[in-house]
Antibody, heavy 120, light 108 residues
Framework: QVQLQESGPGLVEPSQTLSLTCTVS??????????WNWIRQPAGKGLEWIGR????????HYNPSLKSRVTISIDASENQFSLTMSSVTAADTAVYYC???????????WGQGTLVTVSS | QSVLTQPPSASGIPGQRVTISCSGS????????VYWYQQLPGTAPKLLIY???QRPSGVPDRFSGSKSGTSASLAISGLRSEDEADYYC?????????FGTGTKVTVL
């Protein structure tokens, strides 16, 4: 079973770049089986899909509303994938989740989430 | 602003049946499978329904999903106190993911 764990700074200053890493165990990032996603949730609000990367071809897809500020990449040697988000504001304060799922079916795994606060 | 619209809240007494709707369009629900997630307070979402009406192993059969046209529904029968949570519909298509606005279910 795939397990995921987010890590990164809990506090980021406005206008700076947010960087988070998701460490994967129980599965290979390069197997081509899963899409590797980032999702966020501001306090008291709903889930927002940020984007994903597919190791099978290295393709990425992003939420159009965030596309200009977001990059998702894979570090195969560490079995990790990462999120960078530039020019953050207080509106980017949220719990950030990494998640893995297949194209179809019940194979759907999430990390526990990590809180990122944007504040000076 | 999500393109999948859910009622903000739903409630019922233990044992009752509660239904949550998810309204979309021909470009999302109308042409994709629908997924449903349960999120208990302070935890990550958990997959309840996939492929519009299938339950993953371990999900009680009290939970059922359906889809018709551009709308989908999640039904919880025999409501229990532990079902009190937020529920989200979702679409995972070839190029993006979309979550519904979310519904808070309260067990009275």
């Amino acid at each position: 079973q795939v397990q995921l764990q987010e890590s990164g700074p809990g506090l980021v200053e406005p206008s700076q770049t947010l960087s988070l890493t998701c460490t994967v165990s129980g599965g290979s990032l390069t197997s081509g089986t899963y899409y590797w996603n980032w999702i966020r949730q501001p306090a008291g609000k709903g889930l927002e899909w940020i984007g994903r990367i597919y190791s099978g071809g290295g393709s990425t897809h992003y939420n159009p509303s965030l596309k200009s500020r977001v990059t998702i990449s894979i570090d195969a040697s560490e079995n990790q994938f990462s999120l960078t988000m530039s020019s953050v504001t207080a509106a980017d304060t949220a719990v950030y989740y990494c998640a893995a799922r297949t194209s179809y079916g019940p194979f759907d795994y999430w990390g526990q989430g990590t809180l990122v606060t944007v504040s000076s | 602003q999500s393109v999948l619209t859910q009622p903000p809240s739903a409630s019922g007494i233990p044992g009752q049946r509660v239904t949550i709707s998810c309204s979309g369009s021909s470009s999302n629900i109308g042409s994709n499978y629908v997924y449903w997630y349960q999120q208990l307070p302070g935890t990550a979402p958990k997959l309840l329904i996939y492929s519009s009406n299938q339950r993953p192993s371990g999900v009680p059969d009290r939970f059922s999903g359906s889809k018709s046209g551009t709308s989908a529904s999640l039904a919880i029968s025999g409501l229990r106190s532990e079902d009190e949570a937020d529920y989200y519909c979702a679409i995972w298509d070839a190029s993006l993911g979309v979550f519904g606005t979310g519904t808070k279910v309260t067990v009275l």
